[in-house]
């Protein structure tokens, strides 16, 4: 793989960002034993000093991998879960669709080098699980809104993720025409109470 640099910037110019996002872009492909300071020297063009001109050394460079990844995805669940009076449902089909495999192939390989690195290295498990209960208090608080019970709010909210995550692992685009339509009823299973759900108590 080789890393460009961003339109119009000289080589003489990289900041610290462009060393990130160059690091994420490899991580997502080749896993984190494939971030090396060599590496990304050798594809922008410059020499292993313009590397430490901005960090102290690789872990450096890792841990502002994992903070700039962390930070991203929750501003990224806090712009998909604004919750909207009476359209909570439609925002939970939303967060499926937004986070299914289809729509976000890049997304999903980035996430899960990141899960495969926690696997390994307790930083990274850390800023996982914190992304993670990001993550499920979000969709948690839809659910409340849209009348379910806490524990009920709770266990859907870790079903919804359960299904976004598990189906971007499965190779099953063949498996039936009507996939798509699977989904569809899937996901409404899923955000849609039902008569046997614990509803939320009046106030």
């Known amino acids: ?74 501003r990224d669940i806090d712009k998909q879960s604004v919750s909207v009076p009476g359209r909570e449902h439609e925002q939970l089909l939303h967060l499926i669709d937004v986070y299914s495999a289809t729509r976000n192939r890049r997304g999903i390989a980035i996430e899960l ?41 709770k266990s859907r909210s870790v079903l919804l993720y359960a299904y976004v995550f598990g189906q971007s692992l499965m190779a099953c685009e063949h498996y039936d025409p009507r996939l798509a339509d699977f989904r569809r009823r899937i996901a409404e299973l899923i955000v849609t109470p039902t008569a046997g759900v614990t509803q939320a108590s009046p106030c």
């Open 113 to 153: 080098a990141v899960r495969e690195w926690a696997r390994r290295d307790p930083r990274a498990a850390a800023i996982v699980e914190e992304v993670d209960h990001w993550r499920l208090e979000r969709t948690r608080q839809l659910f409340v809104a849209l009348g379910v019970a806490d524990d009920e709010a």
């Open 1 to 74: 793989m080789t890393v460009k640099p961003a339109s119009g910037r000289q080589r003489a110019a990289l900041d610290r960002n462009d060393w990130i996002q160059a690091a994420i872009e490899i991580l997502a492909e080749n896993g984190v034993q494939g971030v090396r300071v060599e590496v990304l020297a050798k594809d922008f063009g410059v020499t292993k000093g313009s590397f430490y001109w901005h960090f102290k050394d690789r872990q450096d460079l890792f841990d502002a991998v994992l903070e700039t990844w962390r930070d991203g995805r929750i």
